[in-house]
């Protein structure tokens, strides 16, 4: 059966707290196996040339990415009136942040939750978001997260923790609190030099908006790059993102992936499920509008996707 999660309710037509709470306690009593955070840290009024959405020229960036909330305080409020969920974030843009305090935040939460937390991590594209907010250049994001990924490792392990790169040094220090569990991390990225470092360094593959049969070829290079890197290919997994606007049913033919109604969505994950995708969430926070609507159509998406026997 796969796992089958939902975001949370971040973006400014929602009310910081109160929804995600009310949203949280919902899904996790629907039956929902994880509910998922991402980071939009500003949105530039210049949206033009590489300023674009996803660094596309000139693409405009959508109006809901104004005023989201912080994905890891979003995702403590989650875990404060939850029990069971997992607790993801997808994506956290590991070069904006100083790479010990995100691994010290991240393990606290697991602490706090009981071992629910699923670390989802990217490298970036905004070069306004660097600008504005990160202790490394946007050219170094690469280096960035391997820079994290070797400092959360000693992080999250036993004390004395120690580590040296290019710009951070411990030689030996206590750092507390640890995990409750292993903390799986989840890579995102779809170029070569993105999914060689999947097949070294992660438990598994983050894609968002990527078709199903995109999906499954990506997953057989990635399986044929971590055999060559001399780990068991099946090892790596995949949480396949859902990036949803709109819930109006599509009159298309043939329909692009991830468009339509609920009932349709349900083919796009019965399609992800068939390519070897273990976990699909879906973006639903931005498609309705409130809190209620939200807690309704997730309950109809658990329903109707069990139902498929999915």
Same mark, same amino acid.
């Given at each position: 059966m796969?796992?089958?999660g939902?975001?949370?309710?971040?973006?400014?037509?929602?009310t910081?707290?109160?929804?995600?709470?009310?949203?949280?306690?919902?899904?996790?009593e629907?039956?929902?196996?994880s509910?998922?955070?991402?980071?939009?840290?500003?949105?530039?009024?210049?949206?033009?040339?590489?300023h674009?959405?996803?660094?596309v020229p000139?693409l405009?960036?959508?109006?809901?990415?104004?005023?989201?909330?912080?994905?890891?305080?979003?995702?403590?409020?989650?875990a404060a009136?939850?029990?069971r969920?997992? #607790?993801g974030t997808g $994506?956290?843009?590991?070069?904006?942040?100083?790479p *010990? !305090?995100l691994?010290?935040? %991240? +393990?606290?939460l697991d602490?706090?939750s009981?071992?629910?937390?699923?670390?989802g991590?990217?490298?970036?594209?905004s070069?306004?978001?660097?600008?504005?907010?990160?202790p490394?250049?946007l050219?170094?994001?690469?280096?960035a997260?391997?820079?994290?990924?070797?400092?959360?490792?000693?992080?999250w392990?036993?004390?004395p923790?120690?580590f040296?790169?290019?710009?951070?040094?411990?030689?030996a220090?206590?750092?507390g609190?640890?995990p409750?569990?292993?903390?799986?991390?989840?890579?995102?990225?779809?170029?070569?030099?993105?999914l060689?470092?999947?097949?070294?360094r992660a438990?598994?593959? #983050?894609p968002t908006? $990527?078709?199903?049969?995109?999906?499954?070829?990506? *997953? !057989?290079?990635l399986?044929? %790059? +971590?055999?060559?890197?001399?780990?068991?290919?099946?090892?790596?997994s995949?949480?396949?993102?859902?990036v949803?606007?709109?819930l109006t049913?599509?009159?298309?033919?043939?329909?692009?992936?991830?468009?339509?109604?609920?009932?349709?969505?349900?083919?796009?994950?019965a399609?992800?499920?068939?390519?070897?995708v273990?976990?699909?969430?879906?973006?639903l926070p931005?498609?309705?509008r409130?809190?209620?609507?939200?807690?309704?159509?997730?309950?109809?998406?658990?329903?109707?996707?069990?139902?498929?026997?999915?």
């Amino acid at each position: 059966m796969v796992k089958l999660g939902v975001s949370l309710p971040q973006f400014q037509h929602y009310t910081p707290g109160k929804d995600v709470v009310t949203a949280a306690k919902a899904l996790e009593e629907i039956g929902f196996d994880s509910l998922w955070t991402f980071e939009r840290v500003l949105v530039p009024e210049d949206q033009s040339g590489p300023h674009g959405l996803y660094g596309v020229p000139d693409l405009p960036w959508p109006d809901a990415y104004r005023g989201v909330t912080d994905p890891l305080t979003t995702l403590a409020m989650a875990a404060a009136v939850t029990e069971r969920v997992e #607790l993801g974030t997808g $994506v956290l843009v590991v070069p904006l942040h100083l790479p *010990l !305090r995100l691994a010290k935040q %991240l +393990a606290t939460l697991d602490a706090a939750s009981g071992g629910r937390v699923i670390a989802g991590l990217g490298s970036g594209w905004s070069p306004d978001e660097f600008a504005a907010s990160a202790p490394v250049p946007l050219s170094e994001r690469g280096r960035a997260m391997d820079d994290f990924l070797d400092i959360a490792a000693e992080v999250w392990g036993p004390n004395p923790v120690r580590f040296k790169t290019r710009r951070y040094e411990a030689a030996a220090a206590d750092v507390g609190p640890k995990p409750a569990r292993r903390i799986p991390v989840l890579l995102a990225g779809s170029t070569e030099r993105a999914l060689a470092r999947v097949a070294r360094r992660a438990d598994g593959w #983050l894609p968002t908006a $990527v078709p199903p049969a995109g999906v499954g070829a990506t *997953l !057989r290079r990635l399986r044929e %790059l +971590a055999e060559e890197a001399g780990r068991d290919p099946r090892a790596i997994s995949c949480t396949a993102q859902i990036v949803t606007g709109d819930l109006t049913e599509s009159r298309e033919q043939p329909r692009a992936p991830y468009t339509g109604s609920v009932a349709q969505l349900v083919e796009d994950v019965a399609a992800l499920v068939e390519v070897g995708v273990e976990h699909v969430y879906v973006t639903l926070p931005a498609a309705v509008r409130d809190v209620d609507e939200l807690i309704d159509r997730a309950a109809e998406l658990h329903e109707r996707v069990r139902a498929a026997g999915l």
